[in-house]
Nanobody, 116 residues
Framework: QVQLVESGGGLVQPGGSLRLSCVASRSIFWFNFMGWYRQAPGKERELVAALTSAGSTNYADSAKGRFTISRDNAKNTVYLQMNSLKPEDTAVYYC??????????WGKGTLVTVSS
């Protein structure tokens, strides 16, 4: 079993920045895929950014040029740096990992609110 704990959410003004962190209870070398999803009220959960074990990244169109996903292997942590935040980025952000075994794990989420 893997536990994922997200942090770093909060209230930020439009144009501001936040860095989300996702700490895994085991080495992230176990994971083939690491991603950040978000779910806004009344909307479906969507993939925002993804990172593979090979180092490939993928971003939603809405995140390109503003968000960056990265990892720190020594800290078992995946980050999402979010810049130039917009009100439409308001959502609960979830960390998701997929192990090489195929098992999928989710964190409980962290709320990001972009508002003046």
């Amino acid at each position: 079993q893997v536990q994922l704990v997200e942090s770093g959410g909060g209230l930020v003004q439009p144009g501001g920045s936040l860095r989300l962190s996702c700490v895994a209870s085991r080495s992230i070398f176990w994971f083939n895929f690491m991603g950040w999803y978000r779910q806004a009220p009344g909307k479906e959960r969507e993939l925002v950014a993804a990172l593979t074990s090979a180092g490939s990244t993928n971003y939603a169109d809405s995140a390109k040029g503003r968000f960056t996903i990265s990892r720190d292997n020594a800290k078992n942590t995946v980050y999402l740096q979010m810049n130039s935040l917009k009100p439409e980025d308001t959502a609960v952000y979830y960390c998701n990992v997929v192990a090489f075994s195929g098992m999928k794990y989710w964190g409980k989420g962290t709320l990001v609110t972009v508002s003046s």
